[in-house]
């Protein structure tokens, strides 16, 4: 019980209110999952972030180093990831390819040249 606004942090980094009342049991055997009871968004986070997890595991090096680089440059084109991660064009491309079919990657094409495709992240 508390006078004041609580909050669960799950994942290290979402931060859920709590609205009622939160139930914590220790169990004999260690937890290394946490079940959260009903259809929330914060379910559905949690899964999408074990399912990229599972997928990084099979991933090859450059795939991860390219899904990387788009997280924290932002949308960018095939030559843009070559010249920014120092892999070979046809290295990017089998990755991009890659991560398009497992659906982590979209792909549009850029307003001032229509040539090109922009690759950004769908996570």
Known sequence: MSRYHCEVVLDGGSR???????????????????????????VSLIAKKVKLAEDLLSMPPSAKLILKTLE?????????????????????????????GLGYVKRKTSLRDARQRIYELRI
């Open 16 to 42: 859920v209110g709590i609205k009622k009342t939160l139930e914590c049991f220790k169990h004999e055997f260690p937890a290394r999952l946490i079940r959260l009871m009903g259809d929330s968004s914060e």
């Open 72 to 100: 924290y440059e932002g949308a960018l084109t095939q030559k843009d990831l070559s010249t920014r991660t120092m892999l070979p064009e046809r290295t990017v491309r089998l990755s991009l390819s890659h991560l398009l």
